[in-house]
T-cell receptor
Framework: KAGVTQTPRYLIKTRGQQVTLSCSPI?????VSWYQQTPGQGLQFLFE???????NKGNFPGRFSGRQFSNSRSEMNVSTLELGDSALYLC????????????????FGEGSRLTVL | EDKVVQSPLSLVVHEGDTVTLNCSYE??????LLWYKQEKKAPTFLFML????IEKKSGRLSSILDKKELFSILNITATQTGDSAVYLC??????????FGTGTRLTIIP
């Protein structure tokens, strides 16, 4: 069974640009959640999508957005990049929505390492 | 705002030692607490705890939750070099958002 696939694995952008990251969940998983990981802040929840609908959102500015397609693949977009957006962006999939009736098991991808210059 | 604090921030022990990692939390309408292991980039699930006093165990790893004192511990006995990783604690409250601690970096010296 294929794991969670994130692309691209590494990318370098300059301030003011925008970036789109992609996540393909494990087959059959309908929930996709996104996280930002930085050395200072640790792992922070960005948002969760389930059946093409955003079900929950973390405390990030509106420059961070996402969407989910009918095949459960998800993308996240960051516009007007800032230096502080440099981070590892992790995507995770699960069978159920986080919280209700959930086993706790998230399957993470290897992440997309974004560097903003 | 939900909050998770892990201690120690880092720990270095010799192979064969037993370690205890701590996680304290503040969360509105607590639902569950989770432990993950992050070796390189992708965290992997260890345990989910929802009830106080019930130990979860998997091999040399075990964890317990105290909902009265708002903390959890993760124990690893007879440590091996493969246990070297960052261990992440997270909680879910009524808002159904995962809040992670900054992790404990565990290094096992052969």
């Amino acid at each position: 069974k294929a794991g969670v696939t994130q692309t691209p694995r590494y990318l370098i952008k300059t301030r003011g640009q925008q970036v789109t990251l992609s996540c393909s969940p494990i087959s059959g998983h309908r929930s996709v959640s996104w996280y930002q990981q930085t050395p200072g802040q640790g792992l922070q929840f960005l948002f969760e999508y389930f059946s093409e609908t955003q079900r929950n959102k973390g405390n990030f500015p509106g420059r961070f957005s996402g969407r989910q397609f009918s095949n459960s693949r998800s993308e996240m977009n960051v516009s007007t990049l800032e230096l502080g957006d440099s981070a590892l962006y992790l995507c995770a999939s699960s069978l159920a929505l986080i919280g209700g009736g959930w086993t706790g098991e998230l399957f993470f991808g290897e992440g997309s390492r974004l560097t903003v210059l | 705002e939900d909050k998770v604090v892990q201690s120690p921030l880092s720990l270095v022990v010799h192979e064969g030692d037993t370690v205890t990692l701590n996680c304290s939390y503040e969360v509105t309408n607590f639902r569950s607490l989770l432990w993950y292991k992050q070796e390189k980039k992708a965290p992997t699930f260890l345990f989910m705890l929802t009830s106080s006093g019930i130990e979860k165990k998997s091999g040399r790893l075990s964890s317990i939750l105290d909902k009265k004192e708002l903390f959890s511990i993760l124990n690893i006995t007879a440590t091996q070099t493969g246990d070297s990783a960052v261990y992440l604690c997270a909680v879910i409250g009524g808002n159904e958002k995962l809040t992670f601690g900054t992790g404990t970096r565990l290094t096992i010296i052969p």
